[in-house]
């Protein structure tokens, strides 16, 4: 004799297999979506932080280009005696000129040394300052950009651009020339 319960328990569970087998398909689809969306999104972060590296590369290149300019006022600052505020001023003035830093260095140094030989006898360094209408006692005593601001007033007052070159040239060394464009307008012109 057949026991139809059987049967029909056989055929539920034949069925259940086929259903599973249709589950398993669904979450092997579902999977290859969740991996493709899953792609889809490392892609698009990978792009994000190439874009955000993107951004902050030249920000970071600012940042260390802004300290070394920094770092390399103050080590002028110590060459020179001049304050970073005022050689940054005057960096400004020098490179809106047509002159640059280094030569702004040099003349500042030329310039000390030559106030230095005045005061020491030198009869060039004291005639250089002397055409200028200045003695080393207008200039003793003064922070090395009123020396600076000083002189360019007077420079600029000399009318003859040979003159006004040597005369440059003997207080600025060869930088002097080169700063003679920045000295236009003397004080009043730096400061402009």
């Given amino acids: 004799m057949v026991d139809t319960g059987r049967i029909r328990a056989g055929r539920a569970y034949v069925e259940l297999l086929a259903d599973d087998s249709k589950l398993a398909a669904g979450l092997r689809a579902a999977a290859g979506k969740l991996r493709a969306f899953g792609a889809t999104i490392q892609a698009a972060g990978l792009r994000m932080m190439a874009l955000g590296g993107a951004i902050l590369a030249p920000l970071a290149l600012s940042v260390r280009n802004f300290a070394n300019v920094g770092s390399a006022l103050h080590d002028m600052s110590q060459r020179t005696g001049l304050s970073v505020e005022a050689l940054s001023a005057l960096s400004y003035a020098a490179e809106q000129s047509g002159a640059d830093i280094e030569s702004l ?88």
């Fill in 105 to 192: 260095e040099k003349g500042i140094r030329k310039m000390q040394r030559t106030i230095t030989d005045a005061a020491g006898g030198s009869k060039s360094a004291a005639d250089a300052l002397g055409s200028l209408g200045l003695t080393v006692k207008d200039l003793a005593g003064l922070a090395p950009e009123k020396q600076f601001r000083l002189l360019a007033d007077r420079l600029d007052k000399v009318a003859d651009a040979t003159a006004k070159a040597a005369l440059a040239m003997e207080i600025f060394g060869r930088s002097g020339t080169a700063l003679l464009p920045m000295l236009r307008g003397g004080a009043a012109g730096l400061q402009a």
